[in-house]
């Protein structure tokens, strides 16, 4: 799966550099590729994006485009990262889509899933995961 385009732009928007208007249709498209790799369902999807209404999500879900809010992308991208960090710690392609629910010993995740961490609907908690991530791969922690 090809994500690197729209994962620029959704990172992008996080910068000022794309107007949300513009980045929030690959943000999502991207997304939901993203949780259909991740086997998450709608309410899991619902919580990453820290969305509450079911209309809201199934709206975005059929158009996959509309305006995000910066909250939103903001989760999104912190998503994309976890998602590419997790593909360049493990080139397998199925061990990393099943990392992110495999429990994991690090003191970060206590014995839980990194799915588990991130579902709790705090955006720092996707941070954290992200920074985790990152770290593992030598990048900035």
Known sequence: MDLDKENAMATAALTGKVDPRTASGPALRTFFKIAERWDLNVEEQMRLLGVTARSTFFKWKQDQGGRLTMDTLERISYILGIFKSLNILLPQETAA???????????????????ERMLSGRVSDLFVVRQYLDAQRGGWA
């Open 97 to 115: 889509d099943a990392w992110i629910k495999k429990p994991n010993d690090a003191a970060i995740f206590g014995g839980k899933s990194a799915a």
